[in-house]
């Protein structure tokens, strides 16, 4: 077969990015950027300043990724854009971007699930890897276990019931003083922490499930540094920082193998902001090595929001001819597996 080339268009969040890739796997532009230094003032993503950001960003970004990769718009076989899940206004620039440019140059549009692009970073990190695995998503807005059964075939088996766990560590930095966002600072500083040194809970449901709960792990640090400050006993921000981090990585680590006993599965793709946490790498690959589970994950530049990974998803859809209409609109609760 052919070939393809994937011109791919990511703006769910803060960071602008165009890619092209070839075949869902070769990078040959992954162009981002990144609005962090803007958003970091005001602790948190401003989802107004994100979406005028993008809008400056995007044309110069995009002409970028062609020129980077060597190609024109010529070259390319179809346009990918992520139109969900995330901020509206944000979804909303790339998404226009890509319709305007797949109308002007005649080429198919093909609308991609951010999420799942997010998994498809695995793809381009490991050049043989097919469905089935378990995929682990840990981004700053979701927390899924997900059993990818096939290309494009995903079943849900775990998520969070409340905070996503790259939203519970840019809460716990936040209040640690250590600003946005948050969990590559706390990734840093846990390594100087004892993470045994204070025992934050770990949220456990009565009933058969492998869903999530991040918000009472969450709520016990601010306790803790509020007890402290309240009673002016200084506190080993290191310490808290690995105990929280051992805590999220406990939670993930139990409920994905779990998942690979009960689907009798032995690959775990980890994915999304989080994947790129040393310590959740270790404690799973600590953990597969004992039960023979395979351990996958992307660099860490295909870990965050990226266009490359909407490429390799958007390939996988062109190859089943699952092209969209103009008329595609931006859909900020889109569901992994929905359309
Ligand atoms: O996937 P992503 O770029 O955006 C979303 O789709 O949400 O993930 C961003 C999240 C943020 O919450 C950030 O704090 C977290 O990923 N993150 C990390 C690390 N690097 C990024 N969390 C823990 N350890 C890291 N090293
Ligand atoms: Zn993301």
């Known amino acids: 077969m052919k070939s393809k080339l994937i011109l791919a268009i990511e703006s ?11 075949d869902g796997r070769e990078v040959f532009s992954n162009i981002i950027a990144s609005q962090i230094d803007t958003h970091t003032k005001f602790g948190g993503v401003v989802p107004e300043i994100a979406s005028r950001m993008h809008i400056e960003a995007i044309d110069a970004v995009v002409k970028e990724a062609l020129n980077v990769a060597h190609v024109t718009l010529d070259d390319i076989d179809a346009i990918g854009v992520t139109y969900g899940p ?12 890509a319709k305007g440019l797949a109308f002007a140059a005649k080429k198919p549009l093909i609308g991609v699930n951010h999420i799942e692009g997010h998994i498809c970073a695995n793809y381009i990190e490991h050049k043989e890897l097919e469905p089935p695995f378990v995929s682990l998503v840990v981004s700053g807005g979701h927390t899924y276990i997900v059993h990818v059964k096939e290309h494009g075939a995903y079943e849900v088996l775990g ?3 409340d905070d996503a766990a ?3 560590f840019d809460k716990v930095a936040r209040a640690l003083g250590l600003g946005y966002p948050g969990g ?19 949220a456990k449901f009565h009933e058969d499930t492998l ?11 601010l306790n803790y540094l509020n007890k402290s400050s309240m009673q002016n006993i200084e506190v080993n921000k290191a310490d808290v920082a690995a105990s929280f981090q051992r805590a999220i990585t406990d939670v993930l680590r139990d409920n994905v193998f779990l998942t690979c006993e009960n689907k009798n599965l032995k690959k775990i793709a980890i994915a999304g902001g989080v994947a790129s946490n040393s310590a959740l790498r270790k404690v ?15 660099e860490s530049i295909l870990c965050t929001d990226n266009a490359a990974m909407i490429g390799s998803a958007a390939y996988f859809e062109l190859l089943k001819n699952n092209i969209y209409d103009l008329a595609l609109n931006a859909k900020p609760n889109l569901k992994l597996g929905e359309r």
């Open 12 to 22: 769910s969040c803060d960071e602008t990015s165009a890619a092209v890739v070839k």
């Open 86 to 97: 995330g901020l509206v206004g944000a979804l909303l620039v790339g998404l226009e971007y």
């Open 159 to 161: 998520q969070t019931r």
């Open 166 to 168: 790259g939203e519970a």
């Open 184 to 202: 590559p600072k706390i990734d840093k500083l846990a390594k100087e922490g004892n993470p045994e040194a204070i025992a934050f809970p770990r």
């Open 211 to 221: 869903d999530f709960s991040f918000s009472g792990v969450k709520s016990a640090v």
């Open 284 to 298: 799973l690959m600590d953990e597969g090595d004992k039960r023979g589970i395979e351990i996958l994950f992307p």
